[in-house]
């Protein structure tokens, strides 16, 4: 399944950017979804996550509060709000075919996107 990613771009600090993340010619409900980032010279961690079965939602630490991830049935999203340059990375969705529930152990999703920028800068 290919997933497209958009929504990235510069914001200064405390601004906000709305992710968006889309499978075209594919149904997302049946999956579990997240969002992952890569920052400059370090790993990817999970950001946010919400599970196929009752859509309950997991945050990082570091996103509670400030994101909100949400899906529809062919879309997911990520809402961030008050971004700070800690914040700037890549960010990629992601599709988890097999379990009802989320997480953000990277190994258990089958499908990636190419990810967005988002860089929070003055």
């Known amino acids: 399944v290919q997933l497209v990613e958009s929504g990235g771009g510069l914001v200064q600090p405390g601004g906000s950017l709305r992710l968006s993340c889309v499978a075209p010619?594919?149904?997302?409900?049946?999956?579990?979804l997240a969002w992952f980032r890569q920052a400059p010279g370090k790993g990817r961690e999970g950001v946010a996550c919400i599970s196929s079965y009752d859509k309950s939602t997991n945050y990082a630490v570091s996103a509670k509060g400030r994101f909100t991830i949400s899906r529809d049935n062919r879309k997911m999203y990520l809402q961030m709000n008050n971004l700070q340059p800690e914040d700037t990375a890549v960010y990629y969705c992601a599709t988890d075919h097999l379990r009802d529930w989320c997480s953000f152990y990277d190994y258990e999703y089958d499908d990636w996107g190419q990810g967005t920028q988002v860089t929070v800068s003055s």
């Open positions: 010619g594919y149904a997302l409900q049946h999956y579990g």
